[in-house]
């Protein structure tokens, strides 16, 4: 064990990083227009029920993994005696830089979108489809936002990822509250809150499923690793299950509120929730415009500053992921391992950006065995790395726990710092989800959706 190896200063330190990797673009721009598109408040069930129930238990035990090993997602498996299982890490920082490498650019889409707002430049909202076009511009603004993670990173677990979270998140908070509370002021709000809030079960298929669970992954950043290699940066002081109920609450608590904040500025505009990936970028400069010159920019910069700091303390999270693999891996020093990191990142996303309608290559991508329409090359990677690898990654470690590992190793990591932990309901909560939810579920959906949408067989 390296005796030697960053810690977070203390639970909140820890908890703030691990909420601030979870809460991030997933939350307030994925999530709104994946609830869109999926119908609504039936999208918002589906999702609650997978984040409590399969997200909650594999959350905690990839921290304690992570914990336990102290090593990075790919190297977590060899100390606690299963190198075979290495094979998961590695997809798991595989998984990361595919993420990053398109999360980056929609990062770079906010920091543009918050210079536009500060110039009351409120009409980039019609002219979404041009600007991301733009490849200079774009190009401009993902590399700024790369090198913001890049330099943080580089400044290594405590002063770095820490402090940034620690002074990001409150704020993010804060902004959020002042935001919906102004949404809730406005006329329509009450058909924005019914779109979100009553169900509609007849929007349910496989598809909404499918979706719903790669978002819950997705939005906890579980799957990959990432919750493995911050625990390995955790003391042994600390309760894993309680910090993963916070985990857990504030991810869901902000996507919640991101809904509940943009449904009735989508609604108040007359606009409709099916916008897409541009779902945000398109309404909300509008909404900002009808607040008058002065209001509409100090709303609309704050609210695209929200974003870029949800963006960050996310991106800071995936980018940790190759770099510890290399650190510890590779034993190649931690600037270095940032720099190499962030170029094969960009070079990654550059399909990605010229994807969106620069290029048509990039553009009609594929039309998977079946469907109407190609999709570009970023809703690409985010069916494969996101909807399909994270759920697949959760599957596998929920095996790992139960079938190599065993319960009792997981349960005395997780009695660390928690003496009394077998004795609480949520000991139990989390063995039977293990056993009995997460593998037949995952396993099922991930059969079902790869044969269904890559493969075209009709099983439902
Ligand atoms: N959870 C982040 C978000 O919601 C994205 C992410 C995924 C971060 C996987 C790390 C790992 O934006």
Redesign the pocket.
Known sequence: MAADRSKFSNKFGFIAAAAG???????IWKFPFEVGNGGGSAFLIVYLVFCFVLCYPILVTEIAIGRKSQKSAAMAFKPLGHPRWSIVGILGVFC?VL?LSF?NIVAGWVLGYFVEMLLGNFDIGKNFGTYIQDIAEVGGYTIAFLIATTYIVSMGVTKGIEKASKLLMPVLLAIIIILTIYAFTLDGASEGIHFYLVPDFSKLNLNVIYRALGQSF????LG?G?MMTYGSYLSSKENIASAGVYITLADVGIAFLAGLMIFPFVFSQGLTPEGGAGLIFITMPGIFETMGPTLGVVIGSLFFLLLAFAALT?TI??MELPVAYMVDKHKIKRKKAVWYSAGIIFLLGIPSMLGNGYSEYFTSFITYVGAEKPVNFMDFVTDVASNTLLPFGGLMVSIFAIYAWKRQKLFKELSVGNPNFTKTFLSRYIAFSLKYICPPILGIIFIITVLEIFFGVKIL
């Not at 990797?21 to 939350?27: E, F, R, T, Y």
């Not at 997705?218 to 950043?221: A, E, I, Y």
Request: zero cysteines; charged letters at 0%.
């Open positions: 990797s979870a809460v991030g673009l997933g939350n990361g993420i999360y997705f939005s906890l950043s990959l990432a996310s999270s995936l």
